[in-house]
């Protein structure tokens, strides 16, 4: 199916388990973000992607890791998960190819991140 | 704290009256998105703005751009039940950077 997927929807995972979590997308675009959604402070950049092999970090990114071998994934893994990243979780795409050319980004559905 | 900040954090107009939703930042933006998402789910694409006194409008929703480019407003007219959601501005914070971030969110309620 063309467009952005995130897998799982849902996951309940323990406190200091490794869980990562899946975002697909179809259309070859060279940008890729993690965002996370908590009430009150809407959504937080984790990390973004300009490209394959090449990351960033956001405004919240510590106790996560992302990379991005190959341009249409963009994998997030937490690596020894806390109760405070009980959290939804979007993925979203954008195509910033060609000079000055700004484009709207398109989301996953989201993944709803518990931890115990 | 956020680089963007929106205002106010939630709104509950009754139907058929007009509201205003605004996004703020102290830097320049070169690019800003208006989102909305229904509760519960992903996050649907309204307007996108990038000239300082840029103005767009869809059906009933209009957003701006000031000529600053420093501040975004939001505005519906005669609201209805379907414009319920969370709105979310979004702006890529230096020119080419496309990192791309978001503010709080306006949480709206439409009562009957």
């Known amino acids: 199916d063309a467009g952005i997927t995130q897998s799982p929807r849902y996951k309940i995972t323990e406190t200091g388990r490794q869980v990562t979590l899946m975002c697909h997308q179809t259309?070859?675009?060279?940008?890729m973000f993690w965002y996370r959604q908590d009430l009150g402070h809407g959504l937080r950049l984790i990390y973004y992607?300009?490209?394959?092999?090449?990351?960033d970090k956001g405004e919240v990114p510590d106790g996560y890791v992302v990379s991005r071998s190959k341009t249409e994934n963009f994998p997030l893994t937490l690596e020894s998960a806390t109760r405070s990243q009980t959290s939804v979780y979007f993925c979203?795409?954008?195509?910033?190819?060609?000079?000055?050319?700004?484009?709207?980004?398109?989301f996953g559905q989201g993944t709803r991140l518990t931890v115990v | 704290s956020q680089e963007l900040e929106q205002s106010p954090q939630s709104l509950i107009v009754q139907e058929g009256k007009n509201l205003t939703i605004n996004c703020t930042s102290s830097?320049?933006?070169?690019?800003l998105y208006w989102y909305k998402q229904k509760y519960g789910e992903g996050l649907i694409f309204l307007m996108m703005?990038?000239?300082?006194?840029e103005e767009k409008s869809h059906e009933k929703i209009t957003a701006k751009l000031d000529e600053k480019k420093q501040q975004s407003s939001l505005h519906i007219t005669a609201s209805q039940p379907s414009h319920a959601g969370i709105y979310l501005c979004?702006?890529?914070?230096?020119?080419?950077?496309?990192?791309?971030?978001f503010g709080q969110g306006t949480r709206l309620t439409i009562n009957p």
């Open positions: 979004g702006a890529d914070m230096g020119r080419g950077a496309q990192k791309l971030v």
């Open positions: 979203a795409s954008r195509d910033g190819r060609g000079r000055g050319r700004d484009t709207e980004a398109f």
């Open positions: 703005l990038q000239k300082g006194g």
């Open positions: 830097k320049t933006l070169y690019g």
């Open positions: 992607s300009a490209a394959a092999d090449i990351t």
């Open positions: 259309w070859s675009h060279s940008y």
